[in-house]
């Protein structure tokens, strides 16, 4: 369907579209049920992938869906899927969610969120009466966060077979517990939910998510269309120097380490940064050895986390960080290490111009705007044509017990987002 066909319908039954039967009661009390799994006393949440509250969870969307008649279904890495059947049930299905594991010191939204608002949105698709031709699934990612298994979107990357099955299920936590043992501990808990195959291709895919960031909150809007996620390399640079007598050693004969690293660092955040502040460089994370008071570094290690959007300008700048650190390591030595490398990604065209249309309908304020943080929505789009939806974040604070979104902002973005599935679903 057109752009100006999904117009015309929309004008046609206004009543009917399925945003005015987004239940704000029901989608808020569903997120403070959710809350209380995995609560902690500072009013955050602790959800660790693979966990018993992370089943907890999972159990519990399960069963809301059960309620509203749609299928639930598991994969191999224990992502849960809730659907909708449409009345063309072999055309390929329209897919949204997000993850329901947190960080150790995690907030209510970041994640769930977008679970929750992919139900909620399906459920007043069903309750507008508005057929759909093709199939609407709900997706709970396992482990996004990468907290206890690292890394991070292992659900989503494995379904977009970005990295196997088979290495994810052997990626051990800090006790050396694997993917593989953890799953089957919580086997027996999901015995009622069928498996489906790994990977089923889909159609769509859009997931709404907190921002995460100031910017809308800031800019006093309701609602972000993302157009991509920023690219990410990481760096683990070791210098080397010699060990000596702090009292003894003259400074012309010493090879300082920290030194030459405090020049590294220096040099670097000079050269990285652009006028427009648009380059991300951060060393947070400086290991010095023997890290004695009265003895000279003889070998200093830090980590170094650059971001940029544009794919050609971050591996510019990301060739800066080795030929930087050679040039100033002298009397030392340096040695340095790419530890991770995410490309920019950009979201489909398409799908921006849908999210934008449904805001604009719906009378809601809204912004373009890049994703700081990593989604599934990233590792999906190396697939398919997936988006994202950005509601605010309340003094951008994340990853925090004190991380909020207004319930109006929360309504608002499941409200767009239930007219963008329905109007993909009859595409
Ligand atoms: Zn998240």
Redesign the pocket.
Known sequence: MSMTEHQSLTQVDQSARPSNFVNHERLNARLSEMAKIGATPGGGVNRAALTPEDAKAQLQLARWATDLGLFVTRDAIGNLFLRLEGTQPELLPVLSG??IDSQPTGGKF??IYGVIAALEAVQAIVESGCAVSRSVEVVAWVN?EGSRFAPSMMGSGVYAVLRSLDAALHLVDAEGVSVKAALQQLEPLFTSIPMRPMGLPIYRYIEA?IEQGPVLEKDGLEIGVVTGIQGKHTYKVTVTGEAAHAGTAPHKTRKDALLAAAGMVTALATELCDAQDITRFTVGRLNVYPNAPSVVPQEVVFSVDLRHPDRELLEQLSALVPEVCNRMAAPCSAHVERLYTAAPIEFDQRLQQNIEAAARDLGMTYRFMLSAAG?DAGPIQSKYPAGMIFVPSVSGITHNEAELTHPRDLTNGTQVLANVLWSLSME
């Open positions: 997000s993850h970041d994640g996004e998510h989604h």
